[in-house]
Nanobody
């Protein structure tokens, strides 16, 4: 059983920055793909970013078009933690952000097995 715990959400002004953290426990971390999704009321949860392992690199990152160039996903294996650095925030980034994990680098982007409880990010204009 994997536990994912997010932190770092809050209120920020337009153009500001926030960094979300997600600490994982309960599973060997090194090859576990992790990512972030977000959800606003009345809408489906949407993919934001993911970090997946591959046989030919130290890891591959994926981003939704809406956040490319503004958000950066990274991970610290020693701390079993994945981060989402969010810069140049916009009001439309306001959502509950969920950490997600899966053994599959593909599934982590579409239908992850494991979820955190979510953290609210509010961008005020």
């Amino acid at each position: 059983q994997v536990q994912l715990v997010e932190s770092g959400g809050g209120l920020v002004q337009v153009g500001g920055s926030l960094r979300l953290s997600c600490a994982a426990s309960g599973r060997t971390f090194s090859r576990y793909a992790m990512g972030w999704f977000r959800q606003t009321p009345g809408k489906e949860r949407e993919f934001v970013a993911a970090f997946a392992w591959s046989a030919w690199s130290d890891g591959t990152t994926y981003y939704a078009d809406s956040v490319k160039g503004r958000f950066t996903i990274s991970r610290d294996n020693a701390k079993n933690t994945v981060y989402l650095q969010m810069n140049s925030l916009k009001p439309e980034d306001t959502a509950v952000y969920y950490c997600a994990g899966d053994l599959s680098g593909f599934r982590v982007r579409v239908n992850p097995t494991d979820w955190g409880q979510g953290t609210q990010v509010t961008v005020s204009s």
